[in-house]
């Protein structure tokens, strides 16, 4: 127990981690284009749409620093995951025109990532506080409130509202500071290797990937497939706050 590193603090990502894509508007908007998909199927082709971001920031296959590229490409991004889940032009830039209009309106990232509900409620009862640090427009914090997500949530520092976005290790620092917690007694979880684990080394805080497929990342990188593993996973390889109490 005693080479376990202590953990005072949980620091998530939004979209991807604890919301996540409405694949289901996004099935019925490709079927109305006369390309139908299956929900399930663009969970699947989401991985390309990673990779594709990964590689549109520099990042290849190992834990290589991003270079050159100072945003990703969203584009890519979507791009890629239709791509996976094979559409072709002229429908595939059909599609992207309606994604991008409506995240213009209402967001993309409308529904409640599965367990992460429950994940947030069982980190608490592990007495580990909990904060959002996401790359987002603004609107992080209401489509978390849309979708049941901030309570047991300390705050959300939303990356347009800051200044400063991931993987720039001042974004994680911003949050650190607020809840006066050292970077080596904080884990970040999130979806996107290329902002979340490199901006995650960076800033000196550990990091789990949520990696449904298990096939996205190398095998050192720590990795779960849903958000209801996290609580048992962190129980079995950090020292809680809960364990140290008389």
């Given amino acids: 127990m005693g080479d376990r590193p202590a953990l005072d603090a949980v620091l998530l990502d939004a979209g991807g981690t604890l919301v996540r894509l409405d694949f289901e508007w996004m099935a019925e908007t490709l079927a109305a284009l ?32 991003p270079h050159a590229a100072p945003n990703g490409d969203i584009h890519a991004y979507f791009g890629g995951l239709l791509d996976g889940a094979g559409l072709t032009p002229p429908l595939r830039d059909l599609a ?28 608490r009862e592990l007495g580990l506080r909990c904060a959002v640090v996401s790359n987002s427009d603004g609107r992080a914090e209401m489509l978390l409130a849309d979708c049941g ?29 607020r809840m006066g ?23 000196g805080v550990h990091f789990m990937l949520l990696d449904p497929y298990g096939d996205y990342a190398p095998p050192d990188t720590p ?24």
């Fill in 34 to 65: 006369g390309a139908p998909a299956d929900p399930a199927e663009l969970r699947r082709a989401e991985l390309e749409g990673r990779r594709r971001y990964d590689r549109s920031r520099g990042l290849g296959a190992a834990h290589d620093e």
């Fill in 96 to 123: 992207l025109e309606r994604f991008f209009e409506r995240d213009a309106r209402v967001g993309l990232w409308r529904r409640p990532a599965e367990g992460a509900r429950a994940a947030l409620d069982r980190l």
């Fill in 149 to 177: 997500m901030l309570p047991g949530l300390e705050f959300v520092v939303d990356s347009h509202r800051v200044g400063v976005e991931k993987p720039d290790a001042g974004i994680f620092r911003i949050a650190l500071d």
């Fill in 181 to 203: 917690v050292p970077p080596g007694r904080a884990l970040y979880v999130g979806d996107i290797r290329s902002v979340d684990e490199v901006g995650a080394r960076r800033a």
């Fill in 223 to 246: 990795r779960i497939a849903r958000m209801d593993e996290l609580a048992t996973w962190i129980e079995s390889h950090f020292e809680l706050p809960a364990r140290s109490q008389p």
